[in-house]
């Protein structure tokens, strides 16, 4: 058997395909599975190695047979590529390439789970809001627009280069800093903020921008609510520090 395996399986094949192993796993499970790859005319193909105990004639014999089920895994794992894949797309924002509300709420939920759990989290929610889209869409176009949303998408993503950063909105977007995103999140803010003193000069894209750091809340809606009151306080602010 050895001699026909494909290469990649032989060391597992030798540690489970044993009679000493067999022997136990059927005693315990009731039978004995194990799938691996022969070479079948040079080409690696799934077979399943199934073995069991009958009684015949007052003796115990082990039967063991192997079943080719090449085609019922290779479907299987076409199933799995096509969920992978629909799961990623269920995540990404069409328009920009990033993750869409879907995501963040998964998010969310996996960092109100380590809230509950008392583990250690650090982050920071940081909102950014588009200013100026309707004007956009109203005097250029949607086409227009969308090209709008791209910019402001891409400008958030270079200078939070190492969170992840989601369009939760039609102009809304969401990053959760971590690491040493997190670490200098004022700073990061300030960034927007300066770009957008730079920006009004050409009349040309204007974040409102707002963060707000974990502090022991209850739940990450608690920090997302706080993020957002700073992102309208600073909707306010910017007619005064860019008109």
Avoid: W
Avoid at 6 to 16: A, I, P
Avoid at 46 to 55: D, F, Q, R
Avoid at 169 to 179: S, T
């Amino acid at each position: 058997s050895v001699r026909a395996l494909y290469y990649e399986d032989v060391d597992k094949f030798n540690m489970m395909v044993s009679k000493e192993n067999i022997l136990k796993t059927i005693k315990e499970e009731g039978i004995f599975v194990f799938n691996y790859r022969l070479m079948i005319n040079n080409v690696p193909t799934y077979v399943s190695l199934k073995a069991n105990t009958i009684n015949e004639n007052d003796n115990e014999e082990l039967i063991v047979g192997v079943i080719n089920i090449d085609a019922q895994v290779k479907r299987e794992q076409e199933y799995e590529s096509n969920l992978y894949v629909a799961r990623m797309q269920a995540d990404i924002d069409a328009l920009t390439g990033i993750k869409n509300k879907h995501a963040y709420i998964d998010l969310e939920e996996e960092l109100n789970h380590k809230i509950e759990e008392k583990e250690k989290v650090e982050f920071a929610i940081i909102i950014c809001d588009v200013n100026g889209l309707k004007v956009v869409n109203d005097t250029s176009g949607h086409v227009a627009g969308d090209e709008y949303i791209r910019r402001a998408c891409g400008l958030i993503c270079d200078v939070f280069k190492h969170s992840p950063v989601f369009r939760v909105g039609g102009d809304e977007f969401v990053v959760v800093a971590q690491g040493s995103d997190y670490e200098n999140v004022e700073a990061l803010t300030r960034k927007i903020r300066e770009c957008n003193i730079r920006n009004d000069q050409n009349n040309e894209l204007i974040l409102a921008c707002g963060y707000a750091k974990y502090n022991k809340e209850k739940n990450v809606s608690l920090v997302f609510s706080r993020a957002d009151h700073e992102m309208y306080k600073n909707k306010r602010e910017i007619k005064d520090e860019v008109r």
